[in-house]
């Protein structure tokens, strides 16, 4: 079993609404991630929190919100968000920032936009 | 563009038979590259990684090349199980991004007949 944990794994949404993601791990990592996973498609990273400050914002629309409000949790507010943005979104941690290869990742969300 | 290029994009092998999947690079400041898993509706799992410093590393029947002057690197399976039947990513590491980001390359589909 993964040791980040993601709710809700599904999540159906319209172009209005306002949702949130939510992730957990209790390994002590000081780094977290959100990365979007379209299907048949490599993760594409979106945000990095290093020790509860965001340290890479990839150019995100601002229709997603990071926010990590202690150094177990991270959160991803969503806004208004379009039907392209229908993906699976992925938590992930590692020991630190700077070793992001060790990357551990949860199950992800699963997010659906009408 | 695709830094970490990745091939086949599906692969169809024998049960007892050897995966061969095969990536290449040209960023020389890529220092770590991990390959992961992925099963249907989960998320990505670290399966075995190297540094360029060392040509090959085994674990159980997971074995990477790498080809340091070549910027090659490949993972091979032995004796195939339909259960290793995922998605796999090799993928590589800046360290002059600040370790932050991976570089993933586009996955290979394979699939273990009985």
């Known amino acids: 079993d993964t040791e980040v944990t993601q709710t809700p794994k599904h999540l159906v949404m319209g172009m209005t609404n306002k949702k949130s993601l939510k992730c957990e791990q209790h390994m002590g990592h000081r780094a977290m991630y959100w990365y979007k996973q379209k299907a048949k498609k490599p993760p594409e990273l979106m945000f990095v929190y290093s020790y509860e400050k965001l340290s890479i914002n990839e150019s995100v629309p601002s229709r997603f919100s990071p926010e990590c409000p202690n150094s177990s949790l991270l959160n991803l507010h969503l806004h208004a968000l379009q039907p392209e943005d229908s993906a699976l979104y992925l938590c992930?941690?590692?020991?630190?920032?700077?070793?992001?290869?060790?990357?551990?990742f949860g199950e992800g969300s699963r997010l659906t936009v009408l | 563009q695709q830094q970490v290029k990745q091939s086949p994009q599906s692969l169809i092998v024998q049960k007892g038979g050897i995966s061969i999947i095969n990536c290449a690079y040209e960023n020389t400041a890529f220092d770590y590259f991990p390959w992961y898993q992925q099963f249907p509706g989960k998320g990505p799992a670290l399966l075995i990684a190297?540094?360029?410093?060392?040509s090959e590393k085994k674990e159980g029947r997971f074995t990477i090349s790498f080809n340091k002057s070549a910027k090659q690197f490949s993972l091979h399976i032995m004796d195939s199980q339909p259960g290793d039947s995922a998605t796999y990513f090799c993928a590589a590491r800046n360290r002059g991004n600040s370790g932050y980001a991976l570089n993933f390359g586009k996955g290979t589909s394979l699939l273990v007949t009985p």
């Open positions: 992930a941690s590692s020991p630190t920032g700077g070793q992001a290869g060790e990357l551990f």
């Open positions: 190297i540094r360029p410093d060392v």
